[in-house]
């Protein structure tokens, strides 16, 4: 029975049921919980200083009104981490190449940046639909285009996750296969193509990381504009 490459990103089913919903929740577990006691263990100490440093450099170009998205932000990075990081794991599904999922993050987060900035400074947020020293024949169409652009930023986050973890995954299958039907007839470059695989499973490892970190970047900034 012949497979396609695209059975990998179709959601699992048990019983009729989409175990997406597990795939979610399950990195919670793996987080080792900090403790009451004063010393901690190595794992939960160098985990405490990834997670402050990154806040800390996050939250450098906020104002203290912007401080109050640490946690959600942090959350959200971790979690995207964790998610893409099991994703690559053999017989595994990874639930943020769904589009779906991705721009269940987006949107929201997205529209609660908007919505802080026309409540807080609406003068400053509509703005940034026309840009100073605009000429006045262009200032149609200059928020014409500020406008569409401002409201593909969710779309963008979303498409760029999906697409970036995606293309991944398809790379390791095809070299994957590549490397099972060259070895019993050109064993030398199957073994040259499996390194191929090792490099890029490397590389697939730092897109993983890259990409949830440039997903929460980017929220930082469109929420470093509004407020």
């Not at 160098?46 to 800390?56: D, E, H, P, S, Y």
């Not at 605009?134 to 200059?142: A, G, N, R, W």
């Amino acid at each position: 029975m012949m497979v396609s490459f695209f059975d990998q990103f179709a959601s699992p089913l048990y019983l009729g049921i989409p175990l997406i919903a597990i795939a979610i929740t399950l990195p919670w577990v793996l987080y080792p919980t900090p403790s009451s006691r004063w010393i901690n263990n190595r794992l939960i100490t160098v985990q405490g200083w990834l997670i402050n440093r990154f806040t800390n450099q996050l939250m450098l170009p906020l104002n203290m009104g912007g401080h109050k998205w640490a946690l959600l932000l942090v959350s959200l990075m971790i979690f995207l981490i964790t998610i893409n990081m099991l994703g690559l794991l053999p017989y595994t599904f990874t639930p943020t190449t769904q589009l779906s999922l991705n721009m269940g993050f987006a949107v929201p987060l997205w529209l609660a940046t908007v919505i802080i900035g026309m409540r807080n400074q609406p003068t400053v947020a509509l703005g940034h639909l026309l840009p100073e020293g605009t000429p006045i024949p262009l200032i149609p169409v200059l928020i014409i285009i500020e406008t569409i652009s401002l409201f593909i930023r969710p779309l963008a986050l979303g498409v760029r996750l999906t697409a970036n973890l995606t293309a991944g995954h398809l790379l390791i299958q095809l070299i994957a296969t590549a490397v099972f039907v060259l070895l019993p007839m050109m064993p030398t470059v199957a073994i040259l193509t499996a390194t191929v695989l090792f490099l890029l499973t490397l590389l697939e490892i730092a897109v993983a990381m890259i990409q949830a970190y440039v997903f929460v970047l980017l929220l930082s900034l469109y929420l470093q504009e509004n407020v």
